[in-house]
Each structure stands twice: as C-alpha cells, then as structure tokens.
C-alpha cells in the first residue's frame, strides 16, 4: 500500500518559523510531482508548492520568498520550510504526490496536519 506519512504541524507566531516533512512508503517504482497543498475551512484546498522529478518547483504566488520546498527521490521525502509565517498561513496542510507503484499511477495524499499561526 502506498502512503505519504507527513510531519506533525503546530501552533506558530506571526514571524515565525515551522518545517513540515513527508515520506512516502510502499511499493514505488517512481515518483512524478510531489508537494504541498492546503486546506482553510470553507475553501477550496490549493497548491502551496510542487517539485517535478527533476527539480523544477512552483509556488503560490502568496508564498513566493517566504517558504521553500526541497525533495529527496532517493529518500521519497518532501519538505517545507515555513518562514515569516501569517495568520493567513493558517490551514490543514497536506502532502502529495504522482506515483507510478505496483498498481499502476496514482495520486497519493497524506493524512494533512494542521498549522496555526497566531497574531
């Protein structure tokens, strides 16, 4: 079975800092586009940031020079780092992935952990 495990989130202060991590286990053959999307209540779940497999990342036009995603292939590992967070950071943040596995290609989401920034 495949699934990505990701890293607890927590509660920050605005300016603050918080890195979130996933990993993905199971029987993978390769990984295509991994990342992050987030979830506010009442809105529709959107793309924080996706690395390629080979390397090229987009990000969120609201999070551009405050957060950076990093990628481990030999691993099956994503990141986030969270800089000069604000309340509007606030969400259910969750890792994805495009898979190609044993039972063919698959979207794959984590279980989504929460992040709260407090002013």
């Known amino acids: 079975q495949v699934q990505l495990v990701e890293s607890e989130g927590g509660l920050v202060e605005a300016g603050g800092s918080l890195k979130l991590s996933c990993a993905a286990s199971g029987s993978i053959f390769s990984i295509k586009d991994m990342g992050w999307y987030r979830q506010i209540p009442g809105k529709l779940r959107e793309l924080v940031a996706v690395i390629t497999s080979s390397g090229s990342i987009n990000y969120a036009d609201s999070v551009k020079g405050r957060f950076t995603a990093s990628r481990d292939n030999a691993k099956m590992t994503v990141a986030l780092q969270m800089n000069s967070l604000k309340p509007e950071d606030t969400a259910a943040y969750y890792c994805?992935?495009?898979?190609?596995?044993?039972?063919?290609?698959?979207?794959?989401w984590g279980q989504g952990t929460l992040v709260a920034v407090s002013s």
């Open positions: 994805a992935a495009d898979v190609i596995a044993d039972l063919g290609d698959l979207e794959v």
